[in-house]
């Protein structure tokens, strides 16, 4: 009897053992902290929150910087970023064609949820800070570009919300796409919760896992 215990709890911690790798060997050693590197490529532009025939053509720029993933409980990681970012936008007037380039650090706080193999769902709020802005006109015979370091109402910090993405093609890489837009009022003539002005950014781009 004694001895059919014994076996029966060898047994038993064996399996938990082979459940325990079994389960880290599908979840990626999960429970890693992890830093990686990321670069890919923005599509923005500008929409009006109270005018529904605004638009303006999109631009596209870079992102890239530095990823950390430090889980908290299986599906749940913290995953915040500190990126650089170039965004814009550029409209046809009667006068000619004007651009607008902006360079930020964007910093964002995510929640990601790893919702399936290799598929991840990312949401959360975006810190993003105005490094500067250069206007381009251009009327057809003459080019003038104005660079200056703060928006028009004198605002560099700016609050984002951000949705996304990730497929993990192996532990070390993984793709990723998103959506960012402005949550805090871009100009002087918005409320701090209704931008009169929105800056919406596709994102898409490629991470390296350093660890």
């Not at 880290?24 to 830093?35: A, E, F, T």
């Not at 995510?110 to 991840?120: E, S, T, Y």
């Not at 990723?176 to 919406?200: C, E, F, M």
């Amino acid at each position: 009897m004694c001895l059919t215990i014994i076996a029966g709890s060898v047994s038993a911690q064996r399996r938990y053992h082979r459940q325990r790798n079994s389960q880290r060997d599908n979840n990626g050693d999960y429970y890693s902290p992890k830093i990686g590197l990321t670069i890919g490529g923005n599509v923005s532009n500008q929409i009006s929150s109270g005018n529904s025939n605004y638009s303006t053509g999109s631009i596209v720029g870079l992102n890239a910087g530095l990823t950390f993933d430090l889980p908290i409980i299986y599906p749940l990681s913290f995953a915040p970023e500190v990126l650089f970012s170039q965004k814009g936008y550029e409209a046809t007037t009667p006068s000619g064609v004007f651009t607008q380039r902006t360079n930020f650090i964007d910093v964002p706080l995510l929640a990601k949820f790893k919702v399936g193999p290799g598929f991840n769902i990312l949401v959360g709020p975006q810190l993003s800070y105005l490094l500067n802005t250069t206007n381009t006109y251009d009327n057809g015979f003459v080019v003038s570009q104005e660079t200056y370091y703060e928006n028009n109402n004198g605002h560099k910090s700016f609050l984002d919300g951000v949705l996304g993405v990730s497929f993990d093609l192996n532990r070390s890489v993984d793709l990723r796409a998103r959506y960012t837009v402005d949550l805090q009022k871009t100009d002087s003539q918005g409320s701090t919760y209704v931008p009169n002005y929105r800056k919406p950014v596709w994102q898409f781009g490629i991470g390296f896992k350093l660890n």
